[in-house]
């Protein structure tokens, strides 16, 4: 048979996705991380995972859906959260933005699922079938082997206990909570995420009424993580918007590398940090290194982290700045403190071996 009569809409789409393969996955599982340090990728929006010298494997917020995919009727669901919160009718035009980078079907190894929060760009049913259906599994404290836990707020737990994840598998944390798996201690800290207090359980015509009543408690709803890590301690800020509680976050605890969400915010709408507020939280964090996450995702809350360069060259002098900011690639590693003075990400460029095989050339002369 000839190669055009074997294509099929599905055997380009199997061939093609996810648009990374497993190439990441192998990186990860292939990494030796140093003593001393800890090694970080970003997984696109706010997914991150963070891998430890003692082999402490964990992703926060590892999600593997996209956004819109079809105009359909051009509106946006009554009681959708942007819709409570603006008021507006017209469907937003989220379209994902970045290459799926990680196979959630190839996952060897992992300790903990983390979610900041349920909302839908953050938690993935497809990662957590994967998790549960191969059998992953960690040790506890004690060394004992136990299932791979899921850990996040109550709805986050709802949700996962929704799509059938066991509720014994399933950790709520709130504010305060600490657990400890391996060389790594997860803090559970307040979220400042005001998008998930304007969310209901439902959408359409049954929406929950929000007018005028009391909002429901931050701390059922989201979450902010402190990972304390031998190479550092990471503060994931979920899709908290700016407070000034991050200064107390600062005074409570030593944080080392920040990640904030980051974004473009469409007039009408207050759902992200902007280039001013990702500022602002590395220095209420007293952090040393901000790392903006986020506005990678959404075609329409895209942002230039340029504008935070250019903020941060005008402020840094005057206001005694004492953390710098690190842009990064999506799919791209970060090694705390291997890569502390980094100012910026570039992927692997390869080539390193050049002129070490013969090549094959008609002259020199041609190079
Ligand atoms: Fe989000």
Redesign the pocket.
């Given at each position: 048979m000839s190669k055009i009569n074997q294509i099929t809409r599905e055997s380009w789409i199997m061939s093609t996705f996810p648009e990374w393969g497993t190439w990441l996955n192998e990186e990860i599982e292939d990494e030796v991380v140093e003593p001393g340090t800890v090694a970080m990728w970003w997984l696109g929006?706010?997914g991150i995972w963070v891998k430890t010298p003692a082999g402490c494997n964990i992703s926060i917020?590892l999600w593997c859906g996209n956004g819109k995919r079809t105009h359909g009727d051009g509106k946006m669901a009554v009681g959708h959260q942007m819709a409570n919160m603006c008021g507006g009718r017209k469907m937003q035009p989220n379209l994902r933005a970045v290459p799926f980078v990680i196979d959630p079907f190839a996952i060897k190894t992992v300790d903990a699922v983390l979610a900041t929060?349920y909302?839908q760009?953050?938690m993935s049913a497809e990662y957590a079938a994967h998790v549960i259906n191969s059998g992953i599994t960690t040790v506890d404290e004690n060394g004992k082997e136990i299932p791979v836990p899921f850990i996040g707020p109550k709805k986050s737990v709802e949700t996962w206990i929704k799509w059938g994840v066991p509720a014994e598998r399933c950790v709520t944390v709130k504010p305060g909570d600490v657990i400890k798996i391996k060389d790594i201690e997860i803090v559970a800290l307040d979220s400042f995420d005001r998008?998930c207090l304007v969310t209901t359980d439902s959408t359409g015509p049954d929406r929950e009424e929000l007018t005028g009543v009391c909002p429901t408690d931050m701390d059922d709803k989201a979450v902010n993580f402190l990972i304390k890590t031998p190479g550092g301690n990471i503060y994931h800020s979920?899709?908290s918007h700016y407070s000034i509680y991050f200064a107390k976050h600062g005074k409570d605890y030593d944080i080392d590398v920040a990640f904030g969400?980051y974004g473009e915010n469409p007039v009408g709408m207050a759902?992200k940090m902007t280039s001013c507020d990702i500022l602002r939280m590395a220095e209420a964090l007293r952090c040393e290194v901000v790392i903006p996450i986020?506005y990678d995702?959404w075609t329409n809350f895209m942002a230039d982290v340029n504008e935070i360069k250019v903020l941060y060259d005008m402020k840094k002098d005057r206001l005694d700045y004492k953390f710098h900011p690190f842009f990064w690639e999506v799919g791209g590693k970060y090694v705390y403190p291997r890569d502390k003075e980094r100012k910026a990400y570039h992927h692997p460029r390869g080539f390193e071996d050049c002129f070490e095989a013969p090549q094959n050339i008609p002259f020199r002369s041609c190079l």
């Open positions: 929006c706010t917020d929060h909302h760009d953050h998008t979920g899709d969400s759902d986020h995702v």
